[in-house]
């Protein structure tokens, strides 16, 4: 399976090496920003996307340069406020006494994923971990569910650990797999994890690599195929649950498990991040992460602003108080509802 995501790796290399980098520029406040400034002019992927005047931009910031340059901290805080007007989680500047982040793409949004209600009102027993993946039986005495948290693409696991899952949940009706507050991690996991409710390999998505130094030059869109295992298969309905904290490689699985034959998606918008990032270097020895490659779904349509869910539920504040999951508790109503079929 990880030849898919390895070939895009590569392809994604070669075109963005095809980009020169900048001239080489002085270690200065001025040079450092000039750098930072052309490698997203040349190389980040949603100016045009996004609506960006990214000279304009630059012409603001490089107006505020006298007045920070002397301080490496507020010229650091200069340079992560002008890639926060790209509005996007990918993009960081990273140096060894700090790392600029965009947090607005889940701050404005409700939470709706509450794990001490899951914990104390919803599980039966305990969780049991298996590799990066926590599952246990919803209460028995009202669900016959199986239900998966999985909170960090990061977190390996392996075929023994899904087969001993499903042989665990052999007998009920269907399956929760839980990645609210999955910040991503590695598109990899993504696909294996996704490759378990497949019967055929299915394209899921494209990918295009910008081959040039205009803000629209893009390679003909690459296809991205889901796998499917060649062992392992879950044939029972499937519920994925999202909210805007679920982004990067957890967007790409939510997008990948639209096309699975018995998958729905249910709680809120997931936070997008449909942009694959390199890294580049600046001058003064500091690292700019950027979204370089565009991820779409099937329909050629982009994901970085996140996709609906195909049931939206959100968690009140009364559901709160009297300890209703309501993102589960409709997840497991259609779940009953298909079982039946």
Same mark, same amino acid.
């Given at each position: ?41 040349? *190389? ?30 507020? /010229? ?33 949004? #409700? ?120 062992? /392992? ?20 699985? #939510? ?64 559901? *709160? ?21």
């Amino acid at each position: 399976m990880k030849k898919y995501i390895f070939a895009l790796f590569i392809s994604a290399l070669a075109f963005n090496s095809c980009i020169d980098e900048p001239i080489q520029l002085p270690n200065t406040a001025e040079g450092n920003f000039d750098a930072l400034w052309h490698i997203i002019d040349t *190389r980040y992927c949603y100016l045009d996307y996004k609506n960006i005047n990214w000279d304009s931009i630059g012409v603001v910031y490089r107006a505020r340069l006298p007045y920070v340059q002397h301080c490496r901290f507020v /010229l650091f805080d200069l340079f992560g406020a002008m890639l926060d007007e790209l509005r996007d989680g990918h993009v960081n500047l990273f140096s060894s006494f700090d790392i600029s982040r965009y947090e607005s793409w889940f701050s404005d949004s #409700a939470t709706n994923y509450f794990p001490a209600i899951i914990t104390n009102h919803y599980i039966d027993g305990r969780f049991r971990i298996a590799g990066g993946l926590r599952y246990a039986r919803l209460d028995t005495t009202r669900f016959n569910i199986g239900y998966i948290y999985y909170g960090s693409f990061s977190s390996g696991f392996s075929d023994a650990n899904m087969r001993h899952i499903m042989d665990y949940f052999r007998n009920v009706d269907g399956l929760i797999i839980d990645v609210r507050h999955n910040g991503g991690g590695l598109i990899t996991n993504s696909e294996r994890l996704a490759s378990y409710f497949f019967t055929d390999e299915t394209v899921t998505g494209f990918m295009k690599f910008r081959n040039g130094a205009g803000h629209s030059d893009f390679s003909q869109p690459v296809a991205v195929r889901t796998p499917a295992h060649p062992t /392992l298969h879950w044939e029972k309905p499937v519920a994925v649950l999202t909210n805007r904290h679920s982004y990067s490689a957890t967007n790409d699985f #939510a997008v990948r498990m639209r096309h699975a034959p018995n998958a729905f998606s249910v709680g809120s918008w997931t936070g997008g991040g449909g942009g694959m990032p390199l890294s580049s270097e600046l001058p003064n020895g500091w690292m700019v992460r950027f979204s370089a490659s565009p991820m779409l779904d099937s329909e050629m349509r982009h994901t970085e602003w996140g996709i609906a869910p195909d049931y939206h539920v959100v968690i009140s504040e009364e559901d *709160r108080e009297n300890n209703f999951e309501a993102v589960i508790e409709r997840a497991a109503e259609l779940i009953k509802e298909k079982a039946r079929r």
